[in-house]
């Protein structure tokens, strides 16, 4: 039954991460108009970072249904489960496969769903590699201005239709904006936003841990937050070699200096100062304008990500902090970045939500998805990108991938659960005991 006809859009989201789960299922939420319900079905995709239940709690987005998959049993699920928009929650290369799968799932099928796509975050490396990963969709999202005109230029300079690139913002932006502070007052609580895989070694982990110690020492009187992304055990986009857990305690921090989990914007409502040195945490922190600082003691470089804060005006090191210097973010930057602190982000999905409206209305359906990447285009490329995918150069299920037949019964189950539990560990555990080993 149409969507006009009952006020209900039912919207499926795959993700393959914590973050993307995030991302995916609140930007199903933002893209819906005011008027129409959502019907949330959720997909994991199997895989070294499948969201754990407290992961997912986090998010504070309630599906409808919510299941682990195989891309195949994912597509599976897609010629027979109906739905008026799909959100692909997926690194490059897994948005590239869904998109390969659909098309050969849906050929021939004009009233298939809307497909969207974007990132989690800042995008600040592998630009032309992920956008050509994600086109085909009928919307890629942009998160800010700045993305958006990037975007387009990546796809008209090969030649690709650029007309699939929306400008919206980060869907988890929001939250009451910041008091400020009292004049001659530092901050009262001051947040260390920490990230699974920037920096990398240990020894500028290490680092920038010392340094945090160092002000809560410093400045005994306030509340110091080293935020966590993942608890021992969890997994999140990112592998993370060397956890902070187990420098700190090493550390030897003093009693203002606490561990905290959760979600971010919880953190925020009580945050003074929010440091990091790459994190998208820094966009929702600016969004509510509360100073923020982007750190230099490490440089400032591609590797590390703070390079897209250049010209933001937060770009301090921990002596400017622990010397009581604020930044203040330069407002035409943050306008660029899709940081509406002046209150327009209720307004931010509006072009998205109507460009969705529209396909959903176009007389004789949507057209087939078409993909940049082809076996013409890029024959030494695609043909990997979709066989980690069980998938053939067409989009077909390759022999022997779990697409065929019923569903796995309970045994088959239980045995992919301890075989997942196994890789994981494998992954998350003993590999990097062996690159370090190899490092000797």
């Known amino acids: 039954m149409p969507e006009s006809a009952t006020k209900t859009r039912r919207v499926a989201v795959i993700a393959d991460s914590d973050t993307r789960w995030k991302w995916g299922a609140l930007t199903a939420s933002r893209l819906s108009p005011e008027d129409v319900g959502v019907h949330l079905d959720g ?16 998010v504070g987005v309630e599906a409808d249904s919510l299941r682990e998959v195989t891309a195949a049993e ?33 050929a021939g099928r004009a009233d298939r769903p809307v497909v969207v796509t974007g990132y989690v975050g800042v995008v600040y490396e592998k630009l032309a590699d992920g956008l050509l990963l994600r086109h085909g969709a009928d919307l890629v999202l942009a ?14 300079g090969v030649g690709a239709d650029a007309s699939s690139v929306t400008e919206v913002a980060l869907p988890f932006l929001g939250g009451e904006p910041h008091p400020g502070l009292p004049d001659g007052t530092g901050p009262r609580t001051v947040v260390f936003a920490a990230q699974p895989s920037v920096p990398e070694t240990r020894a500028d982990r290490a680092y920038l841990l010392d340094r945090l110690v160092r002000h809560a020492r410093l400045h005994p009187g306030r509340e110091v937050l080293l935020k966590l992304r993942s608890r021992p055990g969890e997994h999140t986009t990112h592998i993370e070699e060397v956890p902070y857990q187990k420098l700190v305690r090493r550390a030897g921090p003093p009693a203002n200096l606490r561990l905290v989990y959760g979600h971010m914007g919880e953190v925020l409502d009580r945050t003074d100062l929010l440091v990091t040195v790459s994190s998208t945490a820094a966009l929702e922190s600016l969004h509510r304008r509360i100073p923020t600082a982007l750190l230099t003691d490490l440089g400032v470089r591609e590797a590390l990500g703070n390079h897209h804060f250049v010209g933001s005006g937060c770009l301090v090191s921990w002596d400017q902090l622990d010397d009581g210097h604020l930044p203040v973010p330069d407002p035409g930057w943050s306008a660029r970045q899709g940081i509406a602190a002046d209150g327009g982000y209720a307004r931010s999905h ?18 087939p998805l078409s993909p940049y990447y082809t076996p013409v285009t890029a024959p030494g490329y695609l043909p990997g990108v979709l066989a980690r995918h069980h998938l053939a150069p067409d989009g077909s299920p390759l022999p022997g991938a779990p ?11 239980a045995v992919r659960s301890a075989a997942r539990g196994a890789y994981r560990h494998g992954v998350q555990r003993v590999a990097p005991v062996i690159r370090r080993m190899g490092e000797l």
């Open 403 to 413: 697409a065929a037949g019923p569903g796995p019964g309970p045994v088959r189950r």
């Open 43 to 58: 997909y994991l995709l199997r895989g070294r970072a499948t969201p754990t239940a407290r992961q997912l709690r986090e």
């Open 350 to 367: 509006d072009t998205a939500r109507a460009r969705i409206t529209e396909l959903l209305a176009r007389p004789g359906g949507r057209p």
């Open 143 to 156: 998160n800010s201005r700045q993305d958006a005109e990037r975007f387009r230029a990546v796809y008209e």
């Open 74 to 106: 994912f597509l599976r699920a897609m010629t027979g489960e109906p739905c008026d928009v799909l959100v692909l929650a997926l690194v490059g290369g897994g948005v590239q496969a869904m998109l390969h799968g659909l098309a050969h799932a849906w």
